[in-house]
């Protein structure tokens, strides 16, 4: 994956078996989207919401790992 931030948002650049993806952060923290072959998804969110995103991906993340284990 690719990340660039600028004045405004923040992108990661992927791919998976379906396709290109782009995350994007605006650095305001007002706006999530997601970017598929598929479309867009636009998410107005705010730093708390990005927060508990974080939070809930760790989770899963640790979850995942002590599963592996």
Request: charged share 30%; aromatic share 12%.
């Amino acid at each position: 994956m690719k990340s660039k931030i600028t004045k405004h948002y923040a992108d990661l650049k992927g791919r998976d078996g379906y396709g290109k993806f782009l995350i994007r952060i605006q650095t305001d923290f007002s706006q999530f989207t997601l970017e598929t072959s598929n479309g867009y998804a636009y998410i107005d969110i705010d730093k708390s919401a990005l927060k508990e995103i974080r939070d809930f991906i760790t989770e899963l993340l640790e979850d995942s790992n002590q599963a592996d284990a």
